[in-house]
């Protein structure tokens, strides 16, 4: 952890160093950031902003023909029941989780962006082997710049300048991974179709989060002759990433194939999930199913604005739905690529047996079900075990979101910005 806030704060420091001299500052008309030959947010990390995780727009009509084709059940759709793992399963189990986070520093003339993620792996034995925990995390950083007289001419020397005159939609992840030191350049463009400057920085600040988690899959790769079980905190395909940072980033799955692996993401954010609603729109003889002799029609079902309130009829607590195979409309691109059909998200929620009663929503890759469904059920049981000792979150995903978290390296900086615009004789700071 030391040596993430060490290059983080490292990135920025140089980069401080080359902020103009604030008299010369003053005596310079106003310079906004559009001759600049740097990329700015794409109209998807915007758009990413009116979208639930999974990519579901919150502009989009619910019962459109197109919104509900392709959608089916790969389990019977009775309910199924959560029984915990006993002692026998979980002896030499390898539990994974990656988890990111991001933060800003705000100036009115240029925006700081740190992203982070990081992964934590739990051994668990029975025996009286010593306890084995592993975590490594990854790091980016960001200017959004704002004010073109605010840094001088030299200051690019301290950035990552391999995407200057890069249109605005480009992939990143190839970019994090060679790059791991110095903050990646951006400026603000006011013909986006959100101008405030707070929506830019955050856009971008969610996208450098999504894919250093991404790239985190790497780094899951240890050496063990048993089961391992990879969660991420989140969706399976970010709808802040470029489909092809989501693509090259969850290929590397395609390895585990026939291997003792099994990778599922989960999220409590389900208030504006939708997949039980399109799927008794598209099959509407399961209505009947799960609503017998209610009254309860296609109309009915179509009137809800999210699947929490028929959640609620539908699972008893320590219950999950069957796996739903479906994908929003944003991220039907993803597995149109040849070799990557696999990777379409099964779906599935679990109600929560203890107080409070929340929902979660559990996805796996396709393939991987297909392979070994006896071992898919146990990952997704794994989940859910690790979900009901974290109480809020799974506990390997609690365990690796601490040591991701960026509040004191935003503190830091803080205080580095302060010292070198106190320097500078330039009166910015308003954070």
Known sequence: MEDQLKNISNAFSLVLDSLIDGEQYELLPPKGPVDLPLPSV???????????????????????????????????????????PSEEQLNGLNIIGISGTNNRILTTSFHLILAQSSIVNFKYTKGFEKPYFYTKSRSASAILVLDNNIFENTYSVHTYNDLVGESNKFPILDHLTKNQAKPFRFKYDHEKSKKAPNSQSLGLAVKFQHALELASIIDTEIDSDGTIICIKDGALFSNSSEQSDVKNGLRKLLAWSGKKKMFISISSKVSESRVIIKTLS????????????????????????????????ILKPGYRTPLIEYIEKTREGIIKEP?????????????????????????????????????????????????????DKPLVIKAASERCALDHDKWVIEQQMKAAFDKKNLELVEF
Request: hydrophobic fraction near 40%.
């Open 42 to 84: 794409s109209d998807q990390e915007l758009d990413a902003i009116d979208q639930d995780i999974y990519g579901q727009d919150e502009r989009e009509e619910i019962g459109g023909i197109s919104d509900v084709n392709g959608i089916k059940l790969v389990e019977s759709h009775e309910i199924k029941k959560i029984v915990l």
């Open 282 to 313: 598209s099959q509407p003889h399961l209505i009947q199913d799960y609503f017998p002799n209610q009254g309860i029609n296609e109309g009915t079902i179509a009137a809800f604005g999210t699947d929490v309130l028929l959640l609620k009829k």
């Open 339 to 391: 070799g990557l059909e696999g990777l379409k998200p099964l779906t599935c929620y679990y109600h929560k047996r203890s107080k409070p009663y929340n929902f979660v929503r559990l996805e796996i890759p396709k393939f991987m079900w297909e392979e070994n469904q006896a071992l898919a059920e146990f990952a997704i049981l794994i989940a859910i075990w690790q979900y009901e000792l974290g109480g």
